[in-house]
């Protein structure tokens, strides 16, 4: 079972240079990139797969904040942009959010307007890599 921990699979994409072969296979058309409702269940793997970096990426953070805390408006700023992401990506909305066009670039707008800066100010960096030990160090 200890094979199987994150630092050792972390360790290994990152030393073996699998990083861009995964996001090679990752890539698909862009009229397929948005949206769970698609017919086609290859059109479903880009959201599929942000919704697991965006719950690995929280969930490191987790592990991480219990070694390294971080103060409270960086711990507020860090889940507040995960909650907007997550509701934007996969919430109430996000049908609504992929009918129209307008409403699309409100929610490419809570992407680059809200989210993002919310993450900077977060600086969630010395958590994940306390959290990944040595490998997070080495992938860096």
Do not use: D, N
């Not at 991480?64 to 997550?86: K, N, Q």
């Amino acid at each position: 079972m200890r094979w199987f921990s994150l630092s050792r699979i972390l360790k290994m994409i990152c030393r073996r240079g699998w990083l861009p072969i995964i996001g090679m296979f990752m890539q698909i058309g862009p009229a397929q990139a948005h949206g769970l409702i698609e017919e086609t269940s290859r059109a479903r793997l880009p959201v599929i797969f942000s919704g697991l970096l965006l719950v690995a990426l929280w969930l490191i953070y987790c592990i991480g904040a219990r070694r390294v805390r971080p103060t409270a408006g960086r711990w507020l700023a860090f889940h507040g942009a995960g909650l907007v992401a997550a509701l934007i990506t996969f919430g109430p909305l996000a049908p609504w959010l992929g009918s129209g066009s307008a409403a699309h670039m409100i929610q490419h707008l809570l992407i680059m307007a809200v989210i993002a800066p919310f993450y900077a100010l977060a600086r969630p960096l010395p958590q994940w890599l306390a959290a990944m030990g040595r490998t997070g160090r080495f992938c860096i």
